[in-house]
């Protein structure tokens, strides 16, 4: 988990994010597209078979509180930082369980250029 630590605290990596959009509410529209969202969905059901030590548990949770309060301080727009803190807890469980590549590291690669992952990609 330390690399997503260091990804987050890494230079205006959230001022960088929330400006990458004008329309958030389209962008978070998509969110919500069949697609998307099922995607989403299956991933964080099979991580959520492997279970996790409490001390894995407790840096998810700080790294997903960390990254509500950064966006939201920004944005001022909840919805958002709802979305990426949990985008930020799937990908660092993703991680911490070393689980086999997936569409996981796509929605990772999408936060490294600095974009919000918004629309289905195929991995």
């Known amino acids: 988990m330390s690399d997503v630590w260091r990804l987050l605290s890494s230079t205006s990596f959230f001022e960088k994010l929330c400006a990458s959009e ?7 529209d998509g969110r919500e597209d069949e697609g998307f969202d099922q995607l989403w969905t299956s991933h964080h059901a099979a991580l959520l078979a492997t279970p996790l030590t409490p001390e894995m548990t407790e840096g998810i949770t700080r790294l997903r509180e960390h990254a509500f309060k950064e966006v939201f301080s920004i944005s001022r727009n909840a919805d958002l930082a709802g979305y990426v803190s949990d985008d930020v807890g799937l990908i660092a469980h993703h991680m911490a369980v070393e689980a086999p ?14 974009e919000f992952p918004h629309e289905p990609f195929i991995r």
């Not at 590549?101 to 600095?114: D, F, I």
């Open 22 to 28: 004008s329309d958030w509410d389209s962008v978070l």
């Open 101 to 114: 590549a997936s569409w996981v590291n796509g929605l990772l690669e999408s936060y490294v250029r600095g």
